[in-house]
């Protein structure tokens, strides 16, 4: 079992939706998650950094984090056309990411 | 600079060459990350340096790679005698403190070897 798994997708939705994009992990010891969102040919940009469990939002981005059953989400509200990219989780200090899951925003 | 800064972008050799690949970190961050990512897969931890120290190289498939950062600013990550599976995304991270605090990463160096 690796130790973050995503779903690749991809996964498609149309303008304005609201996108759930999950993330498992199974090291029980992380304290702190990032998300980061990857356009092609570019490094990944960090998104949201949070901690433990509960929510954390950030204008049109939440984070959620659910210690029991080792699963964080990324809620992205409005989506648009940009937010077209692969999304990757991991948690910090793992040194670890997720495969990503490619989000497609069509207009 | 204002993000973290990589060069070549781009970089095709030959197999059986040696390469180096350049990671400036942003200004004043204590840890320096490198990681490499295949085509549709998350990036893959190499090393990690905490100033001049290499605190972890685990991740280093082999020992044809090689990586430094002497005065604990700009790191080199060396690759000798390439071969063709070593065709990838190299990506450097530098964060403001340890190892759990958020990494900004670079564009990146794409290798090709032919």
């Known amino acids: 079992q690796k130790e973050v798994e995503q779903d690749p997708g991809p996964l498609s939705v149309p303008e304005g939706a609201i996108v759930s994009l999950n993330c498992t992990y199974s090291n029980s010891a992380f304290q702190y998650f990032m998300w980061y969102r990857q356009y092609s040919r570019k490094g990944p940009e960090l998104l949201m950094y949070t901690y433990s469990s509960g929510n954390k939002e950030d204008g049109r981005f939440t984070a959620q984090v659910d210690k029991s059953s080792k699963y964080i989400s990324l809620f992205i509200r409005d989506s648009q056309p940009s937010d077209s990219a692969t999304y990757l989780c991991g948690p910090a200090g793992g040194l670890v990411f997720g495969a990503g899951t490619i989000l497609r925003v069509k207009s | 600079g204002a993000g973290v800064s990589q060069s070549p972008r781009y970089k095709v050799a030959k197999r059986g060459q040696d390469v180096a690949l350049r990671c400036d970190p942003i200004?004043?961050?204590?840890?320096l990350f490198w990681y490499q990512q295949a085509l549709g897969q998350g990036p893959e931890f190499l090393t990690y340096f905490q100033n001049e120290a290499q605190l972890d190289k685990s991740g280093l498939p082999s020992d044809r790679f090689f990586a430094e950062r002497p005065e604990g600013s700009v790191s080199t990550l060396k690759i000798q005698r390439t071969q063709q599976e070593d065709s990838a995304v190299y990506l450097c991270?530098?964060?403001?403190?340890?190892?759990?605090?958020?990494?900004?990463f670079g564009d990146g160096t794409r290798l090709s070897i032919l």
């Open positions: 991270a530098s964060s403001l403190g340890g190892s759990d605090q958020p990494q900004h």
């Open positions: 200004s004043g961050h204590v840890s």
